[in-house]
């Protein structure tokens, strides 16, 4: 069976840290890794990751993915309260999305 | 603007009252999904349809059907709802079924009392 595991499972910082969040996973057939940024309301989508080593960055957001060692990791650099979110990590194998729990990052003021 | 469109945002059902949950897209995607998301918990796909080719997980319950009448709308139908499937329900869609990502409607909030 899919599987896909975040750690942590909350992070309380404070606005201007750096946070990294963690995704590992066992999925035959992979495909990519999606990250999302799940607020009140549905996921919106953040990176799309398929070739290990290579950095996607997005303003104060990045991602790398290791294929070799199954994980990957999402920075977020002087965090704001904006921030504030869950943040899923998907992986895209077996022509399906499997999703992980979560890490539920609150930015304190 | 708004490219997957659930309605309604939050719906209120009574116990084993039929009820039914609709999205629709304006990307024409070929493929559209249904989660079941509980709270604190990760999205779990329901079912998917490529095009009109319908797929259906191996643990999603009889209780629940889905219908995709044109490649625009999809709808989510809970014939006999229990206390259990409160949970917001996100449909979703993609291009194709592997190597992209997949686009998310606001989520329907259903509560079941």
């Known amino acids: 069976e899919d599987k896909v595991v975040q750690s942590p499972l909350s992070l309380v910082v404070h606005e201007g840290d750096t946070v990294t969040l963690n995704c590992s996973y066992e999925v035959t057939n992979f495909r990519s890794l999606l990250w999302y940024k799940q607020e009140k309301k549905a996921p919106t989508f953040l990176f799309m990751l398929?070739?290990?080593?290579i950095e996607k960055k997005s303003g104060r957001l990045s991602s790398i993915l290791d294929k070799k060692e199954l994980f990957s990791i999402l920075n977020i650099t002087a965090t704001q309260t904006g921030d504030s979110a869950v943040y899923l990590c998907a992986v895209d194998g077996n022509e399906k999305l499997t999703f992980g729990t979560g890490t539920r990052l609150t930015i304190i003021p | 603007d708004a490219m997957v469109i659930q309605n309604p945002r939050y719906q209120v059902t009574q116990f084993g009252k039929p009820v039914t949950l609709s999205c629709s897209q304006t990307?024409?995607?070929?493929?559209m999904y249904w989660y079941q998301q509980k709270s604190s918990q990760a999205p779990k796909l329901l079912f998917h349809?490529?095009?009109?080719?319908?797929?259906n997980e191996a643990d999603t319950p009889d209780n629940f059907q889905s219908r995709r009448p044109n490649t625009s709308f999809c709808f989510l139908d809970i014939r006999s709802p229990g206390l259990g499937d409160a949970a917001m329900y996100l449909c979703a869609t993609s291009r194709v079924l592997r190597n992209t990502e997949a686009f998310f409607g606001q989520g329907t909030r259903l509560t079941v009392v």
């Open positions: 398929t070739s290990s080593g």
């Open positions: 990307l024409n995607h070929n493929v």
């Open positions: 349809y490529y095009d009109k080719d319908f797929n």
